[in-house]
């Protein structure tokens, strides 16, 4: 069965650095979101790509992010310089189509020291 | 500002028996909701979703009921089984919104 795949399961960043999160989307997948969990809290809605481009966008994912599918299978979550806070878990998500069924990810466990 | 608000943080249910599992929302656009359930260190995986043209969706054991005059929908399962401990979150759409969560632990 096609999964969603995300590298690396975990990393540790120093605070300021720049980290890159990959995904693998279902291949026959249109659309792609990022989620974070921090910690004991909700899983939180950061953005969703459509067609090479944002189509929606919460307040979390401010100038520090973005997002990129730099071929025809990766999608990846950048963070410029991280913050302590931004240590959580980020989950990656595909969908045929906007309000289908969206396959989540693993996760990736960001810890920023 | 919870849009989308799950008011048990977690729910202990014999096996065999039902779990109820409940969600609220404030945002009447909201038009499509989904269950998902997650077990820890793993994502969120799909379990069943409704349309708001509905009031119920069934899935194996699992039905979703959907009230929208009260904002109101909840997940049955029945029976329950102790595989089914994880923690639960009812979504709606419009930047997927998630609650959050109720911790289920189904008891053999």
């Known amino acids: 069965e096609p999964e969603v795949t995300q590298t690396p399961s975990h990393q540790v960043t120093q605070m300021g650095q720049e980290v890159i999160l990959r995904c693998v989307p279902i291949?026959?997948?249109?659309?792609f979101y990022w989620y974070r969990q921090i910690l004991g809290q909700k899983v939180e809605f950061l953005v969703s790509f459509y067609n090479n481009e944002i189509s929606e966008k919460s307040e979390i994912f401010d100038d520090q992010f973005s997002v990129e599918r730099p071929d025809g299978s990766n999608f990846t979550l950048k963070i410029r310089s991280t913050k302590l806070e931004d240590s959580a878990m980020y989950f990656c998500a595909s969908s045929v189509d906007i309000q289908e069924t969206q396959y989540f990810g693993p996760g990736t466990r960001l810890l920023v020291l | 500002d919870q849009q989308v608000k799950q008011n048990s943080p977690s729910l202990s249910v014999q096996e065999g028996r039902i779990s109820i599992l409940n969600c609220d929302y404030t945002n009447s656009m909201f038009d499509y909701f989904l269950w998902y359930k997650k077990y820890p260190a793993e994502g969120p995986t799909f379990l069943i979703s409704i349309s708001s043209i509905k009031d119920k969706n069934e899935d194996g054991r699992f039905t979703v009921f959907l009230n929208k005059s009260a904002k109101h929908l909840s997940l049955h399962i029945v029976p329950s089984q102790p595989g089914d401990s994880a923690v639960y979150f009812c979504?709606?759409?419009?930047?997927?919104?998630f609650g959050t969560g109720t911790r289920l632990k189904v008891l053999a």
């Open positions: 291949s026959n997948h249109l659309y």
């Open positions: 979504a709606a759409s419009y930047k997927y919104i």
